[in-house]
């Protein structure tokens, strides 16, 4: 009975490279709070910025109902993309937590008149 030597496995083929225009697609972001901490992400130019907004809210541990998001002073809605605000690379988001009602002092005589 001969001995049977196995096949050696085959080597998987290396995932090709990207092409030249797939890497025009992504640009990276970064989103600073009121803090100065920030998050830099990576994307490209046709994702949702929901992903960006639940990922920054996660790392901050703060619900994303409570942050607002701005691109050159207007709010950022959940449903644009970078491409739709026309970002380049590099550019910032900037980050408030919503503040509702006073600084939680109670109201001074003053502000009362």
Do not use: W, Y
Request: proline share 11%.
């Amino acid at each position: 009975m001969a001995a049977s030597a196995s096949a050696p496995a085959p080597v998987p083929a290396p995932a090709p490279a990207p092409a030249p225009g797939d890497l025009e697609n992504f640009i990276s972001i970064k989103c600073v709070d009121q803090q100065q901490r920030e998050l830099l992400f990576k994307l490209r130019m046709n994702t949702r910025f929901e992903r960006v907004f639940d990922r920054f809210a996660d790392e901050m541990h703060l619900p994303v109902h409570s942050l607002r998001f701005l691109f050159d002073g207007d709010r950022v809605s959940p449903e644009q993309t970078p491409g739709g605000l026309v970002m380049e690379d590099g550019d910032t988001i900037d980050v408030h937590v919503e503040q509702t009602g006073g600084d939680g002092r109670p109201p001074t005589r003053a502000s009362l008149i």
